[in-house]
């Protein structure tokens, strides 16, 4: 979700920028991160959104974010490092700022189960509780590498049934055509 922050900036200036958060608290956090001083913190549900009931903000890159996460682990970095390394090469500001947000999270002393658990709308249920168990059994690795298989085996089962699925909704559409202009003529 979105929120909107009235904010100081480092000169003193006011300033109102609009940031996705998972809670009004977590938006003041990340605009405190970009050195602001949070004055107010306001949900930004735009009318067309709140009609339509439907989230145009774009999803969480999770299955590159688990290979990048797993490949660095791999070179021997920690979370910690790995999130930074994340956070610099990373484009997109609302990456960033989740990412960011979960390196707060971890330096706070929460585990990363706990503060990959604060941004639901970017890590799936699934996700947190696989990155918990892997906490707890000691092999991070090994549960990344598992859920990064899972996904590619949902990913695969997902577009063979859009694959499947296609032809007979084309047949259904033209025959509907066809019998809409069988009953116009």
């Not at 977590?26 to 306001?42: E, H, P």
């Not at 999270?105 to 658990?117: Q, T, V, W, Y």
Request: net charge neutral.
């Amino acid at each position: 979700m979105k929120y909107h922050i009235d904010a100081l900036d480092g000169s003193g200036q006011f300033v109102t920028i609009e940031l996705p958060a998972s809670s009004p608290e977590d938006a003041a956090r990340i605009g405190t991160m970009r050195g602001l001083q949070v004055l107010k913190v306001s949900a930004g549900i735009s009318p067309w959104r709140a009609l339509l009931n439907f989230d145009f903000t774009p999803r969480f890159p999770l299955q590159l974010f688990n290979q990048e996460l797993l490949a660095l682990f791999d070179a021997g970095l920690l979370v910690v490092e790995s999130l930074d390394v994340l956070i610099e090469k990373e484009p997109r500001s609302e990456v960033r700022d989740v990412l960011r947000s979960v390196l707060c999270s971890l330096r706070e002393g929460s585990s990363l189960s706990d503060a990959l658990m604060l941004h639901r709308h970017a890590f799936p249920l699934l996700y947190v509780e696989t990155i918990r168990s892997g906490e707890r059994s000691g092999n991070l690795q090994q549960a990344l590498q598992r859920y990064i298989g899972y996904q590619a085996q949902a990913d695969q089962f997902r577009k063979k049934i859009l694959t499947a699925s296609l032809y007979p909704s084309l047949l259904i559409a033209v025959g509907g055509l066809v019998v809409l202009f069988l009953i116009a003529y």
